[in-house]
Structure formats: C-alpha cells, structure tokens
C-alpha cells in the first residue's frame, strides 16, 4: 500500500498529466447533467453525448420527460444499454422534481441519492460538477487506478475507495482528483492495454511492476 508521501507524488503526477481533465457529459444546466449522468451508467460518455444532444433539444424540463408516453422516451434513448429501466427511471426522477422540489434539482448528495436512477456515484458527480461541492465519485476508472496503484486494498468495495480517498486526499482537491484520476484510466491506465512502460509511476505501482516482469 502507498504511503501518504507516495499518494501526494501520484496526485502529482495526474496533474501534470491531465491539468485540463473535467467532465466529458454535455450538459447545459444540472437538470440535463442529472439525465446524463443516469444514462451513462454502463455505458460510454460518448455514445451519451451523442444520444443527449437531441434528448436535450425536444426536453428542455421535467414536465416534457412527463408529457409523452414512456415508450417515446424509451425510443429517443433506444441506443443507449439498459434503455428501458433509464426511461423509467427518467420519468419518475421528474415526477419527484416536481411534486418535491419545485422542477428543480436538489444541491445536496444526501437529497439527490432519493431520486429514482440516482446512486452515490451519480450523486457525487452532480455535487460535485453542477454545484461545486467537494466529492470523488467512483467509477470503474477511479476504482481501477485506486487499486492498481495501491492507494486502496484490491478486495475494498466502491464504498471503503471512496472513503479511503476521502482520507486520502486533501477536500479542497476531492473533485478535480476525481476528474483527473478517470482520465489517466480512460487514457493512460486502461482496462485492457495500460501503458505501464511508458507511464511515469511504474516505480510505485505494485500492478504494473507486475505485469512489467510477466513481459520482461
């Protein structure tokens, strides 16, 4: 496991590697963000953005979602997995925005996992994009890096990651180490193929120290 003065050179490190990384969800207010978000569940953000850009020009607000049938909206989402449950699960978290928070979305991660379609890691992305509230949101991106490099155990569930980040790294940093640590997975730390000879933490990383001598 890394030590605090290794965790802080790897936070380091991703923010010379990714200085820009934000989020890659389209999204114009955090209505659409909350819907991108929920749709983006086991799928890619760029198949979303795709789909979104003309979601988000017929529904402008939850009472659209509401004002056509559930199969219309399950058709404007046909391509996206699991479109079915999301469409539910879409008009629903609209029926709640409106009968509890007068058609807006809720500030809060305790408020927001209440809503249909939204877990912890949705919550935590919303927080933290839409209103600037620190929080690290685990994806399989977050979770893998975490692991891999021994910031987190390999058996820790999503929970004890984002707790253990939560410890880990300094608040004020929260959000943007979670921006920066999907990207080094989406980009540099991949699933399948991770650029261990070329990557600048080979030195600390247990996991790639390992698959270096499988190869070597």
Do not use: G, M, S
């Given at each position: 496991m890394l030590n605090n003065t290794q965790i802080r050179h790897c936070l380091d490190v991703m923010a010379e590697m990714f200085p820009d990384a934000e989020g890659e969800l389209v999204h114009s207010n955090p209505f659409e963000l909350v819907i991108a978000v929920l749709l983006s569940a086991q799928c890619t953000d760029k198949l979303v953005n795709?789909?979104?850009?003309?979601?988000?020009?017929?529904?402008?607000?939850?009472?659209?979602?509401?004002?056509?049938?559930l199969e219309e909206v399950e058709n404007d989402i046909r391509s996206i997995g699991l479109y079915r449950s999301k469409a539910k699960n879409i008009q629903k978290l609209c029926r709640t925005l409106i009968d509890d928070y007068n058609g807006e979305v809720p500030q809060t991660k305790e408020e927001l996992v209440k809503l249909a379609g939204v877990g912890r890691k949705t919550a935590n992305v919303v927080a933290s994009v839409a209103f600037n509230e620190p929080a690290i949101a685990v994806d399989t991106h977050v979770e893998r890096v975490s692991k891999r490099l021994g910031i987190c155990r390999w058996k820790d569930s999503v929970t004890e990651v984002e707790n253990t980040l939560m410890r880990k790294v300094p608040r004020d940093e929260w959000s943007v180490t979670h921006h920066r640590m999907i990207f080094f997975g989406r980009y540099h730390c991949k699933a399948r193929n991770p650029n261990c000879p070329e990557c600048p933490l080979l030195d600390i990383c247990r996991e790639g120290k390992k698959r270096m001598r499988k190869t070597g």
């Open positions: 795709k789909v979104t850009a003309d979601l988000f020009k017929k529904y402008k607000t939850p009472e659209d979602y509401l004002a056509v049938p």
